[in-house]
């Protein structure tokens, strides 16, 4: 089969190219490994997998969150669930929730009035460290 139209997230992942289109627009064309870790719009990001949304601050290609590309100045950036870890010093976070998923537990924590999700196989501690963050590019 050379096309699919679904609106269902897991209905498309397994497909070698996938089209995300909203209200008419392609928002993006790619594999989805690409979707999934190098999203250009937000809602693609949030269409693909879990979100993950903080905002900060761009000074010579990083922030107190993790590396973005990008000018300096005020950013919001992406992350999903798995690219974030507990750490020592990093973001202060809270735990709301724990969810044991059986190879991970999911976290729900509290970071600067938000809710974020965090899968670890680590016990929490009081802050956490991103990885593979992206600058989310759309309002």
């Known amino acids: 089969r050379d096309h699919c139209v679904t609106g269902v997230q897991t209905c498309a992942l397994p497909i070698y190219r996938i089209a ?3 209200e008419g627009v392609v928002q993006q064309v790619g594999p989805p490994a690409e979707l999934y870790h190098r999203p250009k719009t937000r809602f693609v990001a949030g269409f693909v ?3 993950n949304v ?3 601050v761009g000074r010579n290609g990083r922030t107190e969150i993790g590396d973005v590309e990008g000018p300096d100045g005020p950013v919001e950036i992406g ?3 798995e690219s974030a870890r507990f750490a ?3 973001v202060p976070c809270r735990v709301l929730r724990a969810v044991y998923r059986g190879a991970f537990t ?3 924590l509290e970071a600067q009035g938000r809710t974020i999700l965090l899968d670890s196989q680590d016990p929490p501690g009081p802050c956490f460290q991103v990885t593979g963050a992206w600058r989310l590019g759309d309002a």
Do not use: E, K, N
């Open 54 to 56: 903080l905002p900060t």
């Open 106 to 108: 999911r976290y729900h």
């Open 20 to 22: 995300v289109i909203a």
């Open 88 to 90: 020592q010093v990093g």
């Open 79 to 81: 992350f999903r669930p």
């Open 49 to 51: 997998g879990i979100l």
